[in-house]
C-alpha cells in the first residue's frame, strides 16, 4: 500500500503535560535559577565592603563556562542540558551550606550559569512542534519567550526579597530548587530522549529507537495526532536539504539580526547591572523595591506577548481593517510594518536609546519610567529577533539550530561584556556616563539597520509595507534565479 505523500500532525500547545513542561516550566525555572544573582549580590557586594571590580569580574567570567557548554551542545546534542542541572544543583547545596564563601558564590554562580541553557530548549520545542507546521513553532516560541519573560522578570524581585529576609543562603536554596526542576523534568520528554538517542548515546541499538521515539512522542500527546494529505506540508521541516544555499542567500540579513540582538542584550546587561547599585545609592531603595521596579517592565512585554499570541494578532493581520478607506487602510498597514519585523527592530534600537537618556535623569519618576520600559523594549526586540531567525531558517530544523546556537553565542557574549561595560563606565564618570554611552550606542546601531532593511524591503513587490516572510522568500527565489542563471553561464 502506497504511503501518503504527507501528514500534518497536530501537536496540543499547552494541552499536554509534556508541551506544558517544554514551553512554560524549563524556560521559566532554568532562567530564574541564575538571573537572581543580578540583585542580590550588587546589594551583597555593597553591605560586605567588596570592591565593585571583583563583582564585575565575576559576571564576566561566569559566562566562559556558558560559552563552552553551547559550543558543546552545538557539537553533541540537546541532552545536555540535564547533566549540567545536576552539576549546578549539587554547587547550589555547596553554596547554601557556605553563603559567604566567595568561592562558593564563584563555583555556583558559573555552575549556574552554565546550566542556563535556552538554546538547547528551544531546539527541543522546534523538535516537538515542527511536524504541526511553522505557525505552530511560531506560536510554542511565543509561549516559550512569554514564560522565559517571566522567569527574568520574576528573578531580580525573587532575589531582593530573599536577600533582604535570609541573605544569600536564601538565595541558595532557591537556586537549588529550579535547578533540580531542570535536572529532572527533561527526563520525562520524548524529545529529550530523542536528541540521546540521535547524538548522545554511543551504542549500536540506539539509531533503531529513533521510529519508536515518534510512537512514544504521540502517545505522549493528550491529543490524538491528525493526519491529512497535503502536498505542501511535510512531516519534516521543509528545506532540510537546502542549509547551504539559505546560508548563502540569508548571510548578510541574518548577520544584521544578530548585531541588533547583541545591541539588544549589551544595552539591557548594562542596565541589568547597574539598576540595583543605582537606585540604593541614588533613591535609597531596597532590594526588594529594586527587583520589583526591574519585574514590572519585563511582565508588561509578557503580557502584550501573551495576547497576541491567544488572540493570534499575526496570523488575522492580514484579515484587520479599521475602515474603507484607502487612508486608513494605508494607516493601517504603515503601523503593522513597522510594529513587526523587520522594522520594529530598529525602531526598538531607537527606543532602547531614548529610554537609557530616561534612565540617567536625575527626576525620580523618569528615570524610573525609563528602568521599567527598558525591560517591556527588551522582550519585544529579542522576540522580533528570534522570529526572524525563524524566517531565515526557511523550515530546516538543521539550519535553525545553526542560526539559533550563532545567537546565542552573541547573547552570552553581550552578557559577558555587560558588565565591564557598565562598572568600567560607571567608575570613570559615574552612572550618567554609563547611561548616556549605551544610548548612543543603540541610536548608532538602529539607524543604519533602518537604512539596510528599508532598502532591502524597498527591492521586493510588497515594498517597505509588505509582509517580511513573504518579501524574504521573494528575495531567496531571486538570489536562487541569479545563481543558476550564473551557474548556466
Given at each position: 500500500?502506497?504511503?501518503?505523500?504527507?501528514?500534518?500532525?497536530?501537536?496540543?500547545?499547552?494541552?499536554?503535560?509534556?508541551?506544558?513542561?517544554?514551553?512554560?516550566?524549563?524556560?521559566?525555572?532554568?532562567?530564574?535559577?541564575?538571573?537572581?544573582?543580578?540583585?542580590?549580590?550588587?546589594?551583597?557586594?555593597?553591605?560586605?565592603?567588596?570592591?565593585?571590580?571583583?563583582?564585575?569580574?565575576?559576571?564576566?567570567?561566569?559566562?566562559?563556562?556558558?560559552?563552552?557548554?553551547?559550543?558543546?551542545?552545538?557539537?553533541?546534542?540537546?541532552?545536555?542540558?540535564?547533566?549540567?542541572?545536576?552539576?549546578?544543583?549539587?554547587?547550589?547545596?555547596?553554596?547554601?551550606?557556605?553563603?559567604?564563601?566567595?568561592?562558593?558564590?564563584?563555583?555556583?554562580?558559573?555552575?549556574?550559569?552554565?546550566?542556563?541553557?535556552?538554546?538547547?530548549?528551544?531546539?527541543?520545542?522546534?523538535?516537538?512542534?515542527?511536524?504541526?507546521?511553522?505557525?505552530?513553532?511560531?506560536?510554542?516560541?511565543?509561549?516559550?519567550?512569554?514564560?522565559?519573560?517571566?522567569?527574568?522578570?520574576?528573578?531580580?524581585?525573587?532575589?531582593?526579597?530573599?536577600?533582604?529576609?535570609?541573605?544569600?543562603?536564601?538565595?541558595?536554596?532557591?537556586?537549588?530548587?529550579?535547578?533540580?526542576?531542570?535536572?529532572?523534568?527533561?527526563?520525562?520528554?520524548?524529545?529529550?530522549?530523542?536528541?540521546?538517542?540521535?547524538?548522545?548515546?554511543?551504542?549500536?541499538?540506539?539509531?533503531?529507537?529513533?521510529?519508536?521515539?515518534?510512537?512514544?512522542?504521540?502517545?505522549?500527546?493528550?491529543?490524538?495526532?491528525?493526519?491529512?494529505?497535503?502536498?505542501?506540508?511535510?512531516?519534516?521541516?521543509?528545506?532540510?536539504?537546502?542549509?547551504?544555499?539559505?546560508?548563502?542567500?540569508?548571510?548578510?540579513?541574518?548577520?544584521?539580526?544578530?548585531?541588533?540582538?547583541?545591541?539588544?542584550?549589551?544595552?539591557?546587561?548594562?542596565?541589568?547591572?547597574?539598576?540595583?547599585?543605582?537606585?540604593?545609592?541614588?533613591?535609597?531603595?531596597?532590594?526588594?523595591?529594586?527587583?520589583?521596579?526591574?519585574?514590572?517592565?519585563?511582565?508588561?512585554?509578557?503580557?502584550?506577548?501573551?495576547?497576541?499570541?491567544?488572540?493570534?494578532?499575526?496570523?488575522?493581520?492580514?484579515?484587520?481593517?479599521?475602515?474603507?478607506?484607502?487612508?486608513?487602510?494605508?494607516?493601517?498597514?504603515?503601523?503593522g510594518a513597522v510594529t513587526r519585523a523587520?522594522?520594529?527592530?530598529?525602531?526598538?534600537?531607537?527606543?532602547?536609546?531614548?529610554?537609557?537618556?530616561?534612565?540617567?535623569?536625575?527626576?525620580?519618576?523618569?528615570?524610573?519610567?525609563?528602568?521599567?520600559?527598558?525591560?517591556?523594549?527588551?522582550?519585544?526586540?529579542?522576540?522580533?529577533?528570534?522570529?526572524?531567525?525563524?524566517?531565515?531558517?526557511?523550515?530546516?530544523?538543521?539550519?535553525?539550530?545553526?542560526?539559533?546556537?550563532?545567537?546565542?553565542?552573541?547573547?552570552?557574549?553581550?552578557?559577558?561584556?555587560?558588565?565591564?561595560?557598565?562598572?568600567?563606565?560607571?567608575?570613570?564618570?559615574?552612572?550618567?556616563?554609563?547611561?548616556?554611552?549605551?544610548?548612543?550606542?543603540?541610536?548608532?546601531?538602529?539607524?543604519?539597520?533602518?537604512?539596510?532593511?528599508?532598502?532591502?524591503?524597498?527591492?521586493?513587490?510588497?515594498?517597505?509595507?509588505?509582509?517580511?516572510?513573504?518579501?524574504?522568500?521573494?528575495?531567496?527565489?531571486?538570489?536562487?534565479e541569479g545563481a543558476v542563471r550564473s551557474?548556466?553561464?
Amino acid at each position: 500500500m502506497r504511503a501518503p505523500d504527507s501528514v500534518v500532525v497536530t501537536v496540543p500547545l499547552c494541552g499536554s503535560a509534556a508541551s506544558f513542561a517544554l514551553t512554560c516550566v524549563l524556560p521559566f525555572c532554568n532562567i530564574a535559577s541564575f538571573l537572581w544573582v543580578y540583585t542580590a549580590l550588587p546589594l551583597y557586594f555593597l553591605a560586605s565592603d567588596r570592591p565593585l571590580w571583583q563583582l564585575s569580574l565575576l559576571l564576566t567570567v561566569v559566562y566562559i563556562p556558558r560559552l563552552l557548554v553551547q559550543l558543546a551542545t552545538r557539537n553533541y546534542g540537546e541532552w545536555l542540558c540535564v547533566p549540567m542541572s545536576f552539576i549546578a544543583a549539587a554547587c547550589n547545596l555547596l553554596f547554601a551550606i557556605y553563603p559567604d564563601s566567595l568561592a562558593a558564590i564563584w563555583v555556583a554562580v558559573s555552575a549556574n550559569c552554565a546550566a542556563l541553557n535556552p538554546t538547547a530548549y528551544r531546539a527541543l520545542l522546534h523538535d516537538r512542534f515542527a511536524p504541526a507546521g511553522t505557525w505552530q513553532v511560531k506560536r510554542a516560541l511565543r509561549v516559550f519567550m512569554f514564560a522565559d519573560t517571566l522567569g527574568y522578570a520574576c528573578a531580580p524581585f525573587f532575589g531582593g526579597v530573599l536577600y533582604d529576609n535570609g541573605g544569600l543562603r536564601a538565595c541558595a536554596i532557591y537556586a537549588l530548587a529550579g535547578t533540580a526542576v531542570c535536572a529532572l523534568l527533561p527526563l520525562t520528554l520524548a524529545s529529550y530522549w530523542s536528541s540521546w538517542r540521535r547524538r548522545g548515546c554511543w551504542t549500536p541499538s540506539c539509531g533503531s529507537n529513533e521510529s519508536a521515539n515518534k510512537v512514544v512522542e504521540s502517545t505522549l500527546s493528550d491529543e490524538p495526532s491528525k493526519a491529512t494529505s497535503s502536498k505542501d506540508t511535510q512531516t519534516r521541516p521543509e528545506g532540510e536539504g537546502k542549509d547551504e544555499e539559505s546560508v548563502r542567500v540569508a548571510g548578510a540579513p541574518v548577520a544584521v539580526v544578530m548585531i541588533a540582538a547583541f545591541t539588544n542584550i549589551t544595552v539591557y546587561a548594562v542596565e541589568w547591572c547597574l539598576y540595583a547599585i543605582y537606585f540604593r545609592l541614588e533613591f535609597g531603595w531596597s532590594g526588594a523595591w529594586c527587583g520589583f521596579a526591574q519585574m514590572v517592565g519585563d511582565l508588561l512585554g509578557a503580557g502584550v506577548l501573551t495576547i497576541s499570541t491567544m488572540a493570534c494578532v499575526h496570523h488575522s493581520a492580514s484579515r484587520c481593517r479599521c475602515g474603507s478607506t484607502p487612508f486608513c487602510e494605508t494607516l493601517w498597514r504603515i503601523l503593522g510594518a513597522v510594529t513587526r519585523a523587520p522594522l520594529v527592530v530598529p525602531c526598538l534600537a531607537l527606543c532602547h536609546g531614548i529610554l537609557m537618556l530616561m534612565l540617567a535623569q536625575p527626576d525620580f519618576v523618569v528615570s524610573v519610567l525609563g528602568q521599567i520600559l527598558m525591560g517591556t523594549v527588551y522582550v519585544f526586540f529579542e522576540q522580533a529577533c528570534q522570529e526572524m531567525i525563524l524566517v531565515y531558517s526557511g523550515g530546516s530544523g538543521s539550519l535553525y539550530r545553526h542560526y539559533l546556537a550563532v545567537h546565542y553565542l552573541i547573547f552570552t557574549a553581550g552578557c559577558a561584556l555587560g558588565s565591564p561595560i557598565a562598572y568600567g563606565l560607571y567608575g570613570a564618570g559615574g552612572f550618567a556616563t554609563a547611561f548616556y554611552v549605551c544610548s548612543g550606542s543603540s541610536i548608532f546601531v538602529g539607524l543604519p539597520t533602518a537604512a539596510y532593511y528599508g532598502c532591502r524591503l524597498a527591492s521586493t513587490s510588497g515594498g517597505l509595507l509588505g509582509g517580511f516572510a513573504a518579501s524574504e522568500k521573494e528575495l531567496s527565489a531571486k538570489g536562487t534565479e541569479g545563481a543558476v542563471r550564473s551557474a548556466t553561464v
